[in-house]
């Protein structure tokens, strides 16, 4: 099976700028910002989309929120961000390689 994106930059076989790394989880800031402020959190392990997590995988949500609060503290959003992933194709979807966007640096608004 091909190598995802994130398994490519996990790998260190494309470039990245990493704001975060453990043994389970990497943040990189994403290469088409849609707002000031756009990481993502995404996990080592190559799970599909949040809806293919098994029940093992549960406790990487419990530690993408912290590393979510962190990085939002750190990048002075932390009154004011989106936390989200994309499930599916016609969700907005285009890595199946989970991974969750923190959004902010700016007004949000309502979600549509
Ligand atoms: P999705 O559409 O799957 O929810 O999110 C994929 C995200 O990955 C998009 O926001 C896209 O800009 C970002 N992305 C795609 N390719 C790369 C890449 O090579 N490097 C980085 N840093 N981000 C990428």
Do not use: W
């Not at 099976?1 to 990497?26: D, G, H, S």
């Not at 989200?84 to 923190?102: E, M, R, S, V």
Request: neutral net charge; contains cysteine; glycine residues 6%.
């Amino acid at each position: 099976m091909e190598k995802t994106v994130f398994e490519k930059i996990i790998a260190n076989e494309l470039p990245a700028t990493k704001v975060f790394e453990n043994e389970r989880l990497i943040a990189i800031k994403d290469i088409a910002p849609a707002a000031p402020v756009h990481i993502l959190i995404i996990t080592k392990k190559r799970i599909p989309s949040i809806q293919k997590m098994e029940t093992d995988d549960l406790p990487l949500l419990q530690e993408v929120a912290k590393v979510a609060q962190n990085l939002a503290k750190e990048n002075g959003v932390e009154e004011c961000y989106r936390l989200l992933t994309n499930c599916g194709t016609d969700a907005g979807q285009t890595i199946f390689h989970l991974h969750f966007h923190l959004i902010g640096g700016r007004p949000l608004g309502p979600m549509a």
